[in-house]
């Protein structure tokens, strides 16, 4: 870059032009969606579902938790939300189940989907006088990994294949043994929907269950394990319909709040760094097409506090520019000449650059993976604007100067004393 920086600036101001018809939207007006949007932005759903932990041992409440917010994230994906935000709150011994479906408009049909209290459990049949009775065991849903619709390989017969994880394997192989030749009836919350008769003991951890089956019946007791496959019952206590003009309207008001604040930047810039300013100015326009290409490419669910974190990297990104442009000024003031002191500026500004930095991106990091919800898209988006903000004000505003501080006068590079 050293020898060619103009071919290099090039470059990167053709990929800055490309990231700008990339990040445009086709219709720019109501319905502009740049991004994916969140959901206090697009409207939608924010569902508060209750987890039942009574009967699960405290040494496994942890887990239960993580592989239920799993079972309810698959499920909520099927249903074909657009960026669903699905995750846990714990506080003492009560947990909870947070799900935030963006842009949905049928929240009663979202809410069937998801399944408000499905528990799946294996029970012993016993007959005796007094009638069937029904004898609990300690295999659940917690221990089905899922259900899937085969057919007979000679008859061509629909039959349903159920596998369990290792524990439940184990479990299920003991049941089997124990009951051969009996009947093991299948409840989903405390309805039977299922007694199929055991053949023999099952050590593998895969049952197949067949019977007089239609495709159709097979594919409603699939549904019925999958959606029966929860470590722990849950319980919707909160719903809240968010509605999307208020998220309209925020955003509107955010993007011209974002479009203000970087003309004024710009313009101070200008004002009182004169051709620096430019150099620095226009960098800018370079990083904010940069990253919001890259928001899109991940892609990044767009929050108001993922704008926020935004919006606050574009004055950081400013800031490197002003201790190297500060740098420069010393040197110039010590007799180098334009080259060195542009040099010289660069290389003793990028201590404090990186470890300021590197300080904010720690933060970032912690933020991320310690939150929830909305402070994980400030986190992310303040995250990646600092690591291209470095690039923008290390590489291209150093690209710039190289390129054009040729034919500037000593005076033009000198900030304007105020």
Not at 129 to 143: D, E, K, R
Not at 226 to 242: K, R
Request: avoid cysteine.
């Amino acid at each position: 870059m050293r020898r060619h920086p103009g071919l290099f600036l090039a470059i990167i101001a053709a990929v800055a032009v490309l990231a700008g018809f990339f990040i445009w939207p086709r219709g720019f007006g109501a319905q502009w969606r740049p991004w994916h949007l969140g959901l206090d932005l697009v409207g939608g759903a924010h569902l508060v579902y209750n987890i039942d932990l009574s009967h699960v041992a405290a040494s496994n409440q942890d887990s239960v938790v993580a592989g239920l917010r799993d079972v309810i994230e698959k499920r909520v994906n099927l249903f074909g939300v657009s960026e669903p935000q699905v995750y846990t709150s714990r506080s003492g011994q009560s947990a909870q189940l947070i799900v935030d479906l963006a842009g949905i408009k049928n929240v009663s049909q979202a809410i069937s989907e998801i399944g408000q209290t499905p528990l799946l459990d294996f029970r012993e049949v016993q007959q005796n006088a007094s009638g069937t009775q029904y004898i609990y065991t300690n295999l659940t849903g917690q221990y089905v990994t899922g259900a899937q619709l085969t057919f007979d390989q000679n008859t061509g017969a629909p039959e349903v294949q159920v596998d369990f994880n290792t524990e439940g394997g184990g479990i299920f192989a003991r049941m089997t043994a124990a009951n051969v030749g009996k009947p093991l009836a299948i409840f989903l919350d405390n309805q039977l929907i299922e007694a199929p008769i055991v053949q023999e003991a099952i050590p593998n951890g895969k049952a197949l269950i067949s019977g007089n089956f239609t495709i159709q019946s097979a594919q409603q007791l699939v549904s019925r394990f999958n959606a029966g496959a929860l470590p722990a019952p849950i319980s919707l206590i909160t719903q809240q319909t968010i509605s999307p003009t208020l998220g309209s309207n925020s955003l509107r008001e955010m993007i011209i709040a974002a479009i203000l604040g970087t003309i004024l930047v710009m313009l101070f810039m200008l004002f009182y760094y004169r051709l620096l300013g430019l150099f620095a100015s226009l960098a800018l326009i370079i990083y904010i097409a940069l990253t919001l290409a890259v928001f899109k490419l991940i892609p990044v669910t767009m929050s108001l506090a993922g704008l926020a974190g935004f919006i606050l990297t574009i004055g950081m990104a400013v800031d490197a520019n002003i201790l190297i442009f500060e740098r420069i000024k010393e040197e110039l003031k010590r007799g180098l000449q334009k080259h060195s002191a542009i040099e010289e500026g660069f290389r003793r500004a990028w201590p404090s650059i990186r470890d300021s930095n590197v300080s904010t991106i720690i933060t970032a990091v912690i933020l991320y993976y310690f939150t929830s919800s909305f402070v994980q898209g400030f986190a992310l988006t303040l995250l990646l604007g600092v690591l291209v903000s470095l690039f923008s004000a290390i590489t291209t505003t150093r690209l710039f100067l190289r390129t054009f501080m040729k034919d500037a006068k000593p005076a033009m590079l000198a900030p304007k004393h105020v």
